[in-house]
């Protein structure tokens, strides 16, 4: 059996505050879940590729037109790359959000 650790980090709003995404890539954890605020190819370039990366489309996205959303979707999932990655919210669905909306995001990552 793998025991996978999951950690979330929620972002702040300087690039000198994601050093601790160094820190946490070599503490154990297998995956790192980053919210929308914490951009992708930094978070890449500070995890070092030694933990899979998850995140980080803000969860406000699945509001916005399909066309929008599924763009946004695309770039997320590019600018993280398909080896170690796992592509979700940046946080937790809202409970009004459209199921609808969550299959819009599933096949836009799916297209990539």
């Not at 929308?36 to 489309?57: C, E, F, H, M, Y």
């Not at 946004?72 to 592509?87: E, P, Q, R, T, W």
Request: hydrophobic share 45%.
């Amino acid at each position: 059996m793998i025991l996978t650790i999951l950690l979330n980090v929620c972002g702040h709003s300087t690039i000198s505050d994601f050093f601790f995404l160094l820190e946490l890539s070599q503490s154990g954890y297998d995956i790192v879940g980053v919210d929308w605020t914490i951009d992708p190819l930094i978070a890449r370039k500070q995890s070092g590729g030694a933990v899979t990366l998850q995140g980080n489309l803000d969860p406000c996205a699945l509001y916005a037109p399909d066309d929008q959303l599924r763009a946004m979707a695309v770039n997320m999932a590019k600018s993280f790359g398909k080896k170690g990655y796992i592509a979700n919210l940046g946080h937790g669905i809202y409970p009004d959000a459209d199921p609808d909306k969550v299959k819009v995001l599933i096949d836009a990552v799916h297209s990539v």
